[in-house]
């Protein structure tokens, strides 16, 4: 039988109690994540969001049928507990919860999909489809709890920097960058796709005036990549700025990525903790290499790479065993990137673009753009592109567009390195790849 909350208020979270509490009265609300029945005294281990209190519920201190109520408890179902706190330094905490009133608010079905204890360990495909489960241990709610602490640094870092927060559509008419990487949707009487990217809506908002701008928000890519580095929804921090090139742009990056780290290894010491992590905070600014350079180290560890040629993921790889840490990738090669990236003046065939990269992974690309009309549009048709398709974005360049440069940083990528994760669905509370649209 489950009980109403009633007049019941919690009063304390787990992490709050401390010795200095001995014989205070509390009100506790979470799950059961333990129980051990000894006959004379039982002990229950409640877990909320934060930690886990021992409740210890002896047959010489309450009553039988208190004791009685206790014993019937089952594994995940929701409680309340009232009762008096008492130092136990064997306990979790250093405190104990003497029980003088209990109700159980929600009992849990039996048995569970997993344990949330993790003494069974559960594949991630099982993990992922109860999700709700997997997000109860500690270990697995602490990345999201970093994530958070990221995401809002980078906003008020931003905010600090004089940037504005905008929201761009995700319902869009054609491929916003010229890819065939899209998601179809029927649009009332004809088709539309699911964003790729704000960039073009980034751009264009730098011929209002607003000259700093930034958006976090879900990006959607139609690949049908299957790595434990992919996803086809994730989450964009991007920014643009206007009379800015690629050094403003990337000086900008490098220091909200060592900003966000140190803020995450402030706050979130315990979940960090939680996770096995001792976090570096990385020295600024990072390492700068040429494409050229990378193609000589990576050449130099034995694996093939070829001028003009996109990292592959063995050059990857090879790229991060010689490089430890945050660094960039500059001067690429402007025909493997997008014609809104700014080519080199004196040399066409390199771009004012750029990569940060963690290891052997790449969490962020950016450019200085084009921001001349005439130039944008033989850019367009050089990437075998129809400018027509474009005339609402390249308007915007007709009416005074500044020079501008900006980034897009995948946010659960980044949650990768500072959590130490090897699975981008490990970062996300419900992954969506190839495979996975439920739950």
């Known amino acids: 039988m489950t009980d109403s909350l009633g007049d019941w208020k919690r009063t304390h979270y787990s992490q709050e109690l401390d010795e200095d509490m001995d014989t205070e009265s509390v009100t506790l609300m979470g799950w059961v994540h333990e129980i051990r029945d000894l006959g004379g005294i039982i002990f229950v281990l409640l877990r909320d969001r934060n930690g886990i209190t021992q409740i210890t519920a002896p047959s010489k201190k309450i009553t039988p049928e208190l004791l009685e109520q206790i014993r019937k408890f089952k594994k995940e179902s929701v409680i309340a507990v009232k009762g008096t706190v008492q130092g136990s330094p064997k306990a979790p905490g250093g405190v104990e919860i003497i029980p003088t009133e209990v109700k159980v608010l929600n009992e849990s079905k039996q048995p569970l999909p997993l344990d949330p204890t993790e003494k069974v360990r559960a594949e991630i495909d099982t993990r992922l489809d ?18 958070s602490a990221m995401l809002h640094s980078v906003r008020i870092y931003l905010e600090e920097k004089g940037f504005m927060e905008v929201n761009t559509p995700k319902l869009v008419g054609s491929a916003t960058e010229g890819g065939t990487e899209l998601f179809p949707i029927t649009y009332f009487e004809r088709e539309a796709f699911l964003g790729q990217s704000p960039q073009l809506y980034k751009q264009m908002m730098m011929a209002t005036g607003l000259d700093k701008v930034f958006e976090i928000a879900p990006i959607f890519r139609a690949e049908e990549h299957d790595t434990m580095r992919h996803l086809n929804e994730v989450i964009s921090i991007d920014a643009e700025m206007a009379f800015a090139d690629q050094e403003d742009a990337m000086n900008l990056l490098e220091k909200l990525v060592h900003n966000a780290i140190k803020e995450v290894k402030e706050n979130c010491q315990a979940e960090l903790e939680d996770l096995g992590v001792e976090l570096e905070v990385p020295e600024l600014p990072f390492p700068r290499l040429e494409y050229d350079e990378v193609i000589d180290i990576v050449n130099s560890r034995g694996v093939s790479l ?76 050089s990437k075998g592109l129809n400018p027509d398709s474009f005339q609402r974005y390249l308007a915007a360049f007709e009416y005074g567009m500044p020079p501008h440069a900006g980034w897009g940083l995948g946010a659960e990528r980044f949650t990768m390195c500072i959590t130490g994760m090897k699975n981008i669905r490990e970062t996300v509370l419900f992954p969506r790849d190839r495979r996975r649209l439920t739950p």
Do not use: C
């Open 130 to 147: 109860s999700r709700y489960l997997d997000l109860r241990k500690h270990s697995i709610s602490a990345i999201f709890k970093i994530k």
């Open 306 to 381: 070829s001028h003009g040629e996109d990292l592959s993921r063995a050059a990857e790889k090879a790229l991060g065993e010689a490089m430890d840490g945050y660094y960039f990738i500059t001067n690429w090669p402007s025909e493997i990137k997008p014609f809104y990236v700014m080519p080199h003046e004196d040399a066409p065939e390199k771009s004012y673009a750029f990569d940060l990269m963690y290891r052997d992974l790449e969490i962020s690309s950016g450019a200085t753009r084009v921001h001349q009309h005439d130039l944008l549009v033989e850019q367009i048709k």
